[in-house]
């Protein structure tokens, strides 16, 4: 099992570089890049000689006033005025476009190696501060998502193949389904409407997993604040996330139900109850229980961005989106990098669960 471990570890390195590697030329040759946006809000969109002047720096400032002047004129379109090549120059070596392309793909390659991952192209700040800031947001929203789907659907979709048939499994089905099918952001929308000032109650805070003056709060009084702000976003990740999970536990009981040591166990004469408890669960929960870990991860990665958007929630989700549409390179690569390294992580974690759950699992045997 050791040798097993280490070659999965040693194969994350070539699939972190691959990945890499494949979304840094994309974006690399993408229209409207930083120097792009940069350039173009200094040329019309309002920001004039203060824009040059942040990105050019007071060591610049006449030919940056100069420059600014000419672009804003008699107060046509400044964008086709155009900028000195001085400036637009200074402007790429600001954002270290400056380099070919090839010494930057291989100073990133060197930097992420040591997991340096330098600063925001617009926040000025520390990727990883950035990153460490936010990273507790989508944490608790992904962590108390799961978990509140995993202590429903298994208990539930035991239930249903106990009774599978009858008036409750089709109704809970049904239940499910229609849940399954509503988009998380319209059914954000909605609960904000109803419950948060909209047009109806004001039950729950519209923004943020604190109150302002939280700080001068009760520890009990803190719990208790946090769990009123989180509710929303929770319930709102976790009311389309019962399907999946509540139908494969069911599934997974029914096919374990009808095999032949089933049958053998009730000739013996064992209470049904043991039989479930002491020889289905085990071999049915062992697809469920072992997939906590990519449960998890996707739910982390993938739900939570239109969530934290309607919420004002600031997690990873949202500033990778923010990222994303400045093309702010060092956060888009970094939380690249670093959700594919947690992801290939949890992958071998999911590997493991599987000798926890049935220890009769050897997948050093299987090389």
Not at 103 to 121: Q, V
């Amino acid at each position: 099992m050791l040798s097993y471990i280490i070659r999965r570890l040693l194969l994350i390195i070539p699939t972190l570089w691959a990945i890499i590697t494949i979304n840094f030329f994309i974006v690399q040759i993408a229209p409207g890049g930083p120097v792009d946006q940069a350039i173009a809000e200094a040329q019309g969109l309002g920001g004039g000689g203060a824009m040059l002047e942040r990105i050019a720096g007071s060591g610049n400032s006449d030919r940056v006033a100069a420059a600014a002047a000419r672009n804003q004129g008699d107060g046509s379109y400044r964008g086709s005025r155009g900028l000195d090549p001085e400036v637009i120059a200074e402007i790429e070596a600001r954002y270290g476009f400056d380099k070919p392309i090839g010494t930057r793909y291989l100073e990133m390659l060197k930097n992420y190696a040591t997991f340096n991952f330098g600063d925001s192209l617009f926040r000025g700040r520390p990727v990883l501060t950035l990153i460490a800031e936010r990273l507790s947001v989508s944490v608790s929203i992904g962590l108390w998502s799961t978990l509140i789907i995993y202590l429903v659907s298994i208990p539930l979709g035991i239930r249903k193949a106990v009774r599978n048939g009858s008036t409750f499994d089709t109704w809970t089905s049904t239940a499910v389904v229609l849940g399954n099918a509503i988009p998380s952001f319209l059914f954000a929308v909605l609960l904000i409407v109803l419950f948060c000032g909209g047009s109806y109650l004001k039950l729950f805070p519209l923004r943020g997993l604190a109150s302002a003056d939280a700080a001068s709060f009760s520890l009990p009084h803190r719990i208790l604040d946090y769990l009123w702000h989180i509710f929303l976003p929770v319930l709102t990740m976790v009311i389309g996330g019962f399907a999946s999970l509540t139908m494969l536990t069911k599934n997974s009981f029914l096919d374990e139900i009808h095999k032949q040591y089933v049958f053998t166990a009730r000739a013996k004469g064992l209470a049904e109850k043991s039989i479930l408890l002491g020889h289905v669960f085990r071999n049915a929960m062992l697809i469920v229980i072992a997939g906590f870990p990519a449960a998890f991860i996707a739910m982390f990665f993938s739900g939570s961005v239109l969530i934290e958007v309607i919420f004002s929630l600031n997690g990873l989700g949202l500033l990778g989106f923010e990222a994303t549409l400045q093309r702010d390179y060092p956060v888009i690569f970094s939380t690249l990098y670093i959700f594919t390294l947690l992801g290939l992580l949890l992958s071998l974690l999911s590997d493991l669960m599987y000798t926890i759950v049935d220890p009769r699992i050897d997948f050093e045997a299987r090389q």
